[in-house]
């Protein structure tokens, strides 16, 4: 079993930043690749970054690239999402995940284990 728990939601303008953050526990924390997504209203869930066990690989979604940064540190069991010149069109529940089996994906069900999400709203 692997627990996570997302933090550092909240409300922000547009143009500002937030850093989430997603505590693991319950196994071996650089055994497995983590992923971000996202569900904004009326919208299906959405892959936002990827990073592999080490950190060495690391993938975005086209519409985050070059505005947030996925990071993590095996030491702290934490992996984060630095979120620069966040958009209105940011604004969603942000999810954490744990793929077990792979390096990493930017599909939804190749992932064992979620957090609770945290919500991430953006005024204009």
């Known amino acids: 079993q692997v627990q996570l728990v997302e933090s550092g939601g909240g409300l922000v303008q547009a143009g500002g930043s937030l850093r989430l953050s997603c505590a693991a526990s319950?196994?071996?924390?650089?055994?497995?690749?983590m992923g971000w997504f996202r569900r904004a209203p009326g919208k299906e869930r959405e892959f936002v970054a990827r990073?592999?066990?080490?950190?060495?690989?690391?993938y975005y979604a086209d519409s985050v690239k070059g505005r947030f940064t996925i990071a993590r540190d095996n030491a702290k069991n934490t992996v984060y999402l630095q979120m620069n010149s966040l958009k209105p069109e940011d604004t969603a529940v942000y999810y954490c995940?744990?793929?077990?089996?792979?390096?990493?994906?930017?599909?939804?069900?190749?992932?064992?284990?979620w957090g609770q999400g945290t919500q991430v709203t953006v005024s204009s």
């Open positions: 995940a744990a793929d077990l089996a792979r390096s990493g994906s930017r599909y939804a069900n190749d992932y064992n284990y």
């Open positions: 319950g196994r071996t924390f650089s055994n497995y690749a």
């Open positions: 990073i592999s066990r080490s950190g060495e690989a690391i």
